[in-house]
């Protein structure tokens, strides 16, 4: 019995001092005072550093700030071959999609010089009151491309997000995607990071051609010591054919920039429409291998003459890209072998790439098209002509030796120079500028594409005759009736 008591009592004892114990814990009470819930900011800031004919433009440049008062552009006594690069750079707080819009808002004669009237084939009437009557949104090129930071065109940075010819396609003004959720200017898919400086290389060329000539990459990026002051820019910029017509002629547009959030927006695209998954496989042409050259012309110099008019779909142009591009590769060009070049025609001609035994070179011309506008035929034969008859321009060669072949590619009917005031109809201002293309020695071949062309029109009037006159159905086909002309016929 008394070891039982003893026992209990120990157990009292122990749950005292366990009570005990509890009562005495450490404690500390910790409180989050001031909890903020703050919208964040997306504050898309921009910069520009301009060169203007390779000397830096303090005013059309500006270091980072929103837009207010900066212009990308504002020379006002611009002359043939003149040109300018900037190269303008985006920031932001936060993950973001971008988009920018070109408009060109005025394209006047403003007045009429005496050399302006007599080549002016619109007729100059100013001052008229019509803001869209000038030439010179024709006769400046204009390229944009994802560059590095250092304000030249390298070989890794393709033009390929405006690719020319023309300020005359910013009318009406066009929408362009720089990052959504379908497309990345710099090539990376995904939204713009706010670690990141984005740059785009802009160039234009008031002139007859905008010839990208990419340097080497340097690797140097923003801190290369290369600038369009000390090196080409990567661009050739030529207005050795240009006239009188732009004398006076003004230009006016709006280049903007937008940023939206891309956290919780996951599908944004600059259209506005909402991207939808692609289904199926995609239909893959078929790739096919022209017949090379006869050697009998294997020194033949070559002019494409190529309809770039506002009747080509962006499907039909990238179909006339590639089928153009086959046809240089088949020629083979080389120093001593075939020559070949290229002009191309809308509401205006452009001689877009000089003869050049380069295939890369001219094949890199070919991607910059952008088609849209009327069809002035007359023009893209003219400038096809002066480079096939010009030996003294080092491009040319001489005719017993190379033999002029001049290929054109149409799919409608020239409407283009109007008349009046142009003194012959469109069509047959094209037929007479074919005839003097024959006169002055070249040999002409032509393929009308599509249903809507006049195809006797085109085998009477334009190729040599029936026997040069090639139909394709569609552009989808235009690249097996290249690979099987004859130019030796």
């Known amino acids: 019995m008394k070891k039982i008591l003893i026992s209990i009592i120990t ?12 009562s005495s814990f450490f404690s500390d009470t910790e409180t989050s005072k001031d909890n903020i819930l703050q919208a964040g900011a997306l504050d898309l800031k921009i910069d520009n550093e301009s060169y203007y004919n390779g ?20 020379f006002t006594d611009i002359k043939p071959g003149d040109w300018g690069e900037d190269t303008i750079s985006l920031h932001a707080e936060n993950d973001y999609w971008a988009c920018m819009e070109i408009e060109t808002t005025e394209n006047d004669d403003e007045s009429c010089t005496e050399p ?22 024709q006769r400046t090129f204009f390229m944009m491309w994802p560059d590095d930071g250092d304000n030249v065109l390298e070989t890794d940075e393709s033009p390929n997000l405006v690719k020319g010819p023309t300020f005359e396609q910013f009318s009406p003004k066009r929408l362009f995607t720089l990052a959504d959720s379908l497309t990345n200017f710099w090539g990376t898919p995904g ?65 903007s920039f937008s940023a939206v959030q891309a956290r919780n927006n996951p599908n944004f ?38 309809d770039r008019s506002g009747s080509i779909s962006l499907t039909e142009l990238g179909d006339l890209k590639t089928a153009a591009k086959a046809f240089i590769d088949s020629l083979g060009l080389s120093t001593t072998g075939v020559h070949a070049g290229f ?32 069809t002035n035929l007359k023009e893209g034969i003219d400038l096809a002509k002066g480079e096939l008859n010009n030996p003294g321009d080092l491009h040319d060669r001489t005719d017993g030796t190379s033999p002029d072949k001049m290929i054109v ?22 037929a007479n500028s074919a005839d003097a293309a024959r006169l002055a020695g070249s040999e002409i071949f032509v393929v009308g594409v599509g249903s809507d062309v006049d195809a006797t029109y085109l085998q009477t009037e334009i190729a040599n005759d029936a026997g040069h006159y090639y139909s394709a159905a569609n552009y989808a086909g235009l690249q097996t009736i290249l690979s099987g002309l004859d130019l030796c016929e």
Not at 55 to 74: A, K
Not at 282 to 304: E, F, H, N
Not at 356 to 372: F, H, M, Q, R
């Open 191 to 255: 939204p713009l990071s706010p670690s990141k400086t984005y740059y785009i290389g802009k160039v234009w060329c008031h002139g007859n051609l905008l010839q990208p000539i990419p340097l080497a990459q340097d690797g140097l990026g923003a801190d290369s010591p290369r600038t369009p002051a000390n090196s080409t820019g990567g661009v050739n910029c030529d207005g050795s054919l240009l006239d009188n017509a732009t004398q006076t002629d003004k230009v006016m547009g709006n280049i």
């Open 116 to 137: 302006e009237i007599q080549d002016d084939l619109n007729g100059c009437n100013d001052p008229d009151g019509d803001p869209d009557d000038g030439e010179l949104a």
């Open 343 to 374: 002009s191309s025609f809308a509401t205006f001609g452009s001689l877009n790439q000089h003869l050049n035994d380069d295939g890369t070179t001219v094949k890199t011309a070919i991607d910059t098209l952008i088609s849209g506008g009327w």
């Open 11 to 22: 157990l009292g004892v122990v749950t005292a001092l366990a009570l005990g114990v509890t």
């Open 55 to 74: 000397v830096l433009n303090e005013g059309t440049s500006w270091s980072l700030d929103d837009l207010t008062d900066e212009l990308f552009f504002n």
């Open 269 to 306: 695209s600059c259209s506005g429409v909402t991207p939808t998954p692609p289904t199926g496989t995609p239909k893959v042409s078929p790739s096919l291998t022209p017949s090379p050259t006869p050697l009998a012309c294997g020194q033949a110099d070559v002019m494409l003459v190529l």
């Open 409 to 430: 590619i149409t799919d409608g009917n020239p409407n283009r120079p109007e008349s009046p005031p142009a003194p012959d109809s469109s069509e047959v201002a094209a």
